[in-house]
């Protein structure tokens, strides 16, 4: 493989403030796993934050299911100990969102907040996936308190309670079976007349006695005393026989897809047709040499803290060896 090194003349805006061995861009699981084995393998990596600093697992409330913790621990302290972890190595953890990115020779670059020009031998690219969420002001004031977007990670404190999920695909009807497993009463609340879901997960869900669907139902707000206490539907909005219904429910969970973060990388990444980045093989390598993608941004069937973190180590691998192999 023959990497090209840009020698031409650059344009104003293009003068690097810095070349690093070994960026990486993004602070879930998978940024900061990257940033441990990079770091111990000498390759100095500078780690940009992004848009949420510790990533998705800092809306979460306990983290009970990653290996390691037998009493569980909060997302924000997870988050917090994988950051210092990181710098104990001598990772340089830096706020700052990569806004625009220049894949199209080497070494690579990326722009971070429109200003700082940024090099870099190899970049691994972990900036995640952005549940979707409804935009009521009430999702808001109850995200961690009884709304939540990752049934497996959130399902297990509404043991033997009563539930709603949100969504009508794959991702809807796996949350409401796995949350059906656990709780007295699961309601799938899907704005259709129909399933979109996998005509095996459908059957799944239609028989199955926790399981109630609640079919051409939009959601008008949540609400409760400090926690989700219940949550108002309307059911056929917009017909002559339109209603209101009210459910009293202790959890409510957006399965309505997530949006991984790809959008500047895909001038010059590889995505499928829902933005996911594809990685080559088992590997972590994308489509442009020296550029690697771990975590939710290039994963949308697991999507759990431990395989982002497994795929961050993977990508720091792949980058180590990829380095090695230029001689760079
Ligand atoms: P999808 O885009 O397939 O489905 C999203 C669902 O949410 C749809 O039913 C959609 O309704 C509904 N929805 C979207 N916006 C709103 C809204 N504002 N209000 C109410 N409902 C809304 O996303 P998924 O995450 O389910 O799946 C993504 C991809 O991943 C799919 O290809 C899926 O097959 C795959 N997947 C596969 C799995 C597996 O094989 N085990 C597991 C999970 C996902 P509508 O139908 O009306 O548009």
Redesign the pocket.
């Known amino acids: 493989m023959v990497v090209k090194e840009n020698s031409k003349t650059q344009p104003a805006d293009s003068t690097p403030n810095e070349h690093v061995r070994c960026l990486i861009l993004g602070s879930g699981p998978a940024g900061y796993t990257a940033a441990i084995y990079a770091a111990r393998a000498n390759l100095n990596p500078v780690l940009y934050e992004g848009i949420q600093p510790g990533g998705q697992l800092t809306t979460t409330t306990e983290v009970e299911n990653f290996p390691g913790y037998p009493n569980g621990i909060t997302g924000t302290e997870m988050m917090e100990d994988l950051k210092k972890q990181a710098e104990r190595f001598g990772t340089q953890v830096r706020w700052g969102i990569a806004t625009k990115v220049d894949f199209s020779s080497h070494p690579h670059k990326v722009w971070i907040d429109d200003k700082t020009l940024i090099t870099a031998n190899a970049v691994i690219i972990a900036t995640g996936a952005t549940a979707?969420y409804?935009g009521l002001e009430s999702e808001e004031k109850y995200k961690g308190s009884g709304v939540s977007a990752c049934a497996t990670c959130d399902g297990f404190f509404y043991r033997g309670k009563d539930v709603a999920v949100?969504?009508?695909?794959?991702?809807?009807a796996?949350e409401a079976l796995y949350l059906a497993g656990l709780c007295r009463k699961v309601y799938l609340i899907?704005?259709?007349p129909f399933?979109?879901?996998?005509k095996i997960m459908q059957q799944r869900v239609l028989s199955n006695p926790n399981i109630e669907v609640l079919f051409e139902h939009?959601t008008k707000e949540i609400y409760g005393d400090g926690v989700v206490e219940g949550v108002k539907l309307i059911k056929r909005q917009g017909q002559p026989d339109e209603t209101e219904v009210d459910l009293k429910i202790d959890g409510f969970f957006l399965?309505?897809?997530?949006t991984p973060n790809s959008d500047i990388f895909k001038p010059y990444i590889e995505t499928d047709e829902?933005g996911y980045i594809i990685t080559k093989g088992n590997s972590s390598h994308t489509n442009i040499p020296g550029v690697f993608a771990c975590g939710d941004v290039m994963d949308?069937?697991y999507r759990q803290a431990i395989t982002a973190a497994g795929s961050g180590c993977k990508a720091a691998i792949d980058a180590e060896r990829w380095l090695s192999e230029m001689g760079l």
């Open positions: 979707k409804l949100v969504g009508g695909g794959d991702s809807a796996e899907v704005r259709k399933l979109r879901a996998s939009v399965a309505i897809g997530h829902t949308k069937t």
